[in-house]
């Protein structure tokens, strides 16, 4: 996918709450469906039941209040979550990584974009390149 079809962490946010909005306006009009064609009675021949107008309000009053929860408690979560997105610029010696026409070390920008902490450590081909064979093997606690 080129970086002209990437997805934005805005529309990305824009199309979770469309999908919320719409399943519980869906919700509204199942419990309006429900009440003026008395569903249960015509889908399973239950005893049919009167038009219910204060019970049909309340339910999609309530049902609306909870969606309202949901998609702003989800809208402020997904506004902390931060996420690594795009075209990063790396050296291919240091591996520093350019950002508004600096050269910052990979774990800054790591760090100051997401929630992932760095701990250093060496790799075996890095500890024999660096240190030889005379360099103690890692213990495995």
């Known amino acids: ?20 909005v719409a399943g519980f306006l869906a919700l509204v009009l199942l419990v309006w469906l429900n009440e003026i064609f008395d569903l249960p ?8 039941t009167p038009i219910n107008w204060v019970e049909s309000v309340t339910e999609s009053a309530l049902i609306l209040l909870l969606g309202f929860f949901v998609v702003g408690s989800t809208l402020r979560f997904l506004r902390r979550i931060r996420y690594l997105e795009g075209l990063l610029p790396v050296c291919a010696y240091c591996k520093r990584i350019r950002t508004e026409g600096t050269w910052v070390p990979i774990e800054n920008y790591v760090s100051d974009h997401s929630a992932a902490l760095f701990s250093h450590g060496l790799c075996p081909d890095c ?6 064979e005379t360099a103690a093997e890692p213990r495995g606690d």
């Open 1 to 20: 996918m080129g970086i002209e079809g990437a997805i934005t962490k805005k529309s990305l946010t824009r199309a979770i709450a469309a999908v919320e």
């Open 41 to 48: 009675h015509r889908l399973f021949g239950a005893e049919e």
């Open 127 to 132: 500890r024999r390149e660096h240190y030889g």
